[in-house]
């Protein structure tokens, strides 16, 4: 090979190096451009991740309040429960009582109607001693009368006497 086939050849072998270079180039490009978007990215994702932390610290702390809430609510279940159990016992007592006062009441009722029937009997007891006391009224007064007749007739004649008497002594 001579002096101009070699530099042909290098020429060539230059261009080809060049294109290579360029090519590498461009690759370095777009990576230098990829690493750029990269680094946006782990920017936005520090910033997520960042996000995320503070949702699940608040998520904590929702948590911890829930946990309270739910323990104020067996607390308040638990009294609930005892005031049912009290409830029902209550509830119980008022049966008894109730059953209590219907068998009062089946006394009463009974009493009730042995009064109004000792008071029918009262009543035409009453009405029998009228009707009685009315008729022996009625004899009384005539004897009474009778007496008070008899009296007048003795006291006019008393007087009739008492007159006569009088009239002889003067």
Not at 44 to 50: F, L, R
Not at 64 to 85: C, F, G, H, P, R
Not at 136 to 161: A, C, N, S
């Given at each position: 090979?001579?002096?101009?086939?070699?530099?042909?050849?290098?020429?060539?072998?230059?261009?080809?190096l060049?294109?290579?270079?360029?090519?590498?180039?461009?690759?370095?490009?777009?990576?230098?451009?990829?690493?750029v978007?990269?680094?946006?990215?782990?920017v936005?994702?520090?910033?997520?991740?960042?996000t995320?932390?503070?949702?699940?610290?608040?998520?904590?702390?929702?948590m911890?309040?829930?946990?309270?809430?739910?323990?104020?609510?067996?607390?308040?279940?638990?009294?609930?429960?005892?005031?049912?159990?009290e409830?029902?016992?209550?509830?119980?007592?008022?049966?008894?009582?109730?059953?209590?006062l219907?068998?009062?009441?089946?006394?009463?009722?009974?009493?009730?109607?042995?009064?109004?029937?000792d008071?029918?009997?009262?009543?035409?007891?009453?009405i029998k001693?009228?009707?009685?006391?009315?008729?022996?009224?009625?004899?009384?007064?005539?004897?009474?009368?009778?007496?008070?007749?008899?009296?007048?007739?003795?006291?006019?004649?008393?007087?009739?006497?008492?007159?006569?008497?009088?009239e002889?002594?003067r």
């Open positions: 090979m001579n002096d101009r086939g070699l530099l042909e050849f290098i020429a060539a072998q230059v261009g080809n060049t294109s290579q270079v360029d090519n590498q180039t461009k690759k370095i490009d777009v990576m230098a451009k990829d690493i978007d990269l680094k946006s990215d782990m936005e994702v520090k910033a997520d991740v960042a995320l932390k503070s949702d699940v610290s608040t998520l904590k702390s929702d911890i309040e829930v946990k309270a809430d739910v323990a104020e609510l067996k607390a308040d279940v638990s009294t609930l429960k005892s005031d049912m159990v409830v029902k016992a209550d509830v119980a007592e008022l049966k008894a009582d109730v059953a209590t219907k068998s009062d009441m089946v006394e009463v009722k009974t009493d009730v109607a042995t009064l109004k029937s008071l029918k009997e009262t009543k035409e007891r009453v001693m009228e009707e009685d006391n009315h008729k022996k009224f009625t004899v009384l007064f005539d004897g009474y009368k009778q007496h008070t007749e008899i009296l007048e007739r003795i006291e006019y004649q008393v007087t009739k006497h008492e007159k006569f008497i009088l002889r002594v």
